[in-house]
């Protein structure tokens, strides 16, 4: 026997001794069905345009909420935050250098250290000392910015103080906030302040 016989010979008997479910799953394969290019290309597409939209929506809010052209359609801004912002805009004093105050006004002062303040009407000091919480919540944190109502009477209430007569001076007076400003108290705020400037 010659030596191509006998490598023949072996690999006939290796072949035998295949199991036949190997056999029968090479006799039946069906290549697996590939996707085509357009569905990648579209999936590929949708991919990226939320990429795009997901980067840049909170980009473009933030960019009108430093501009100040906001509304409260088009993101869901809060009303402290918008009083806030009003806040910021206005020009800031000494509290030596605010002119005499007579009648009813509207004080501040921001977190930088600047003094504010607006004439306003009894009406509307009553109406944003009425609109304070007898028991509202916890401020979140204290940003450092001081609110004070003065009353045509010369009495001087903050909507960060819980309504009590120790929380009532006849002076701008330093304190601790007890309370979140009203949503409604935030918003009449902010509309003086705008109305004003």
């Known amino acids: 026997m010659t030596d191509k016989e006998k490598y023949a010979k072996k690999l006939m008997d290796t072949v035998g001794e295949i199991d036949d479910k190997y056999v029968y799953e090479a006799q039946n394969y069906t290549p697996k069905k590939r996707m085509p290019g357009y569905i990648k290309a579209i999936i590929a597409a949708a991919a990226s345009v939320f990429l795009i939209v997901s980067v840049s929506f909170p980009v473009m809010v933030g960019v009108l909420l430093r501009k100040g052209n906001y509304s409260s359609n088009d993101v869901n801004v809060t009303p402290a935050y918008q009083m806030e ?59 450092g910015t001081r609110i004070w109502i003065r009353t045509d009477n010369g009495e001087f209430v903050s909507p960060h103080l819980k309504r009590s007569p120790g929380n009532v001076d006849c002076a701008v007076f330093e304190y601790s906030p007890e309370t979140a400003i009203s949503d409604e108290a935030a918003r009449m705020i902010a509309k003086i302040i705008n109305e004003r400037n």
């Open 85 to 143: 912002q009003s806040m910021s805009k206005s020009d800031a004093e000494t509290y030596k250098t605010l002119p005499k105050m007579t009648g009813a006004a509207l004080i501040w002062r921001t977190a930088g250290g600047g003094y504010s303040c607006v004439p306003i009407s009894e009406a509307k000091a009553e109406s944003i000392i009425e609109s304070i919480g007898e028991g509202g919540e916890k401020p979140v944190q204290d940003d």
